[in-house]
DNA sequence: GAGCGTTATATTCAAGAAAATATAACGCTA
DNA sequence: TAGCGTTATATTTTCTTGAATATAACGCTC
């Protein structure tokens, strides 16, 4: 493989890290980028738009995530001053937290194995 | 999360680990195990066949990694006392046992990663 | 030359995922 | 009460992926 098959112009090593739960996908680096703009934000709407992502999908994304555990990540409000707002619940802030490192030890795995594969 | 929100009997961590080319995927888990069914059965359709997967399917997979790299990873022969058959090429066997390798590898990293956030 | 098992390839069909569209409810403000 | 931005939800449409089906070529054996 080294020095000849693979260069690393043309191909690179990549990954994904996800939480399972019993049926729907728990947690993954989309659901967290989610999490860390609605933190931003403090809104769905926003933090939708700030990953080019539809509302709804953003909103679907936030409902599986809370309807998995019996504490929710994230709060919502709706009407009011400025039409309401999403707000992450303290356990929201750990998971963002706790998963995130595990997602940034992820890319240095990554980075490692290209190293050993392309490197 | 630990000892309250994500419990191990509910939840686990899982992950993929690929390595992409320019347009294509070139080897992820499932293209590994094909390779190894092909230096197994010699033939395509034996193991598609032992993977639950259409002919066609495999063979598409095979065409797209031979269309990527400029030594071809399997070798194929139509034909013949047997009807032809696939035996990988020493390229194939490397990428076999090198990209097996770093799965792992990467089981590994994802048992340890489960201590951690689950354990 | 007929038969066999395999590779090679195109086409159609079905299912699932994602995107697009639409509408309503909510609670503040003016 | 009308308007606003947001959450909440259903429906339709499009896209992608995989499965299913079909056919031909190839090179040996009998």
């Given at each position: 493989m080294k020095e000849l098959l693979l260069t690393p112009e043309s191909f690179h090593l990549d990954g994904r890290l996800w939480l399972q739960g019993p049926t729907d996908r728990f947690m993954g680096i989309g659901r967290l980028e989610l999490l860390g703009h609605i933190a931003e934000t403090g809104s769905i709407s926003k933090a939708a738009q700030a990953m080019g992502m539809s509302y709804k999908k953003a909103w679907d994304l936030v409902s599986s995530m809370n309807a998995?555990?019996?504490?929710?990540?994230v709060s919502t409000q709706t009407g009011g001053s400025h039409g309401g707002g999403t707000v992450l619940t303290p356990a929201g802030r750990q998971v963002l937290e706790v998963f995130g490192a595990a997602q940034v030890r992820f890319q240095e795995f990554i980075r490692q194995e290209t190293e050993r594969l392309l490197g």
């Open positions: 998995q555990v019996n504490t929710p990540l």
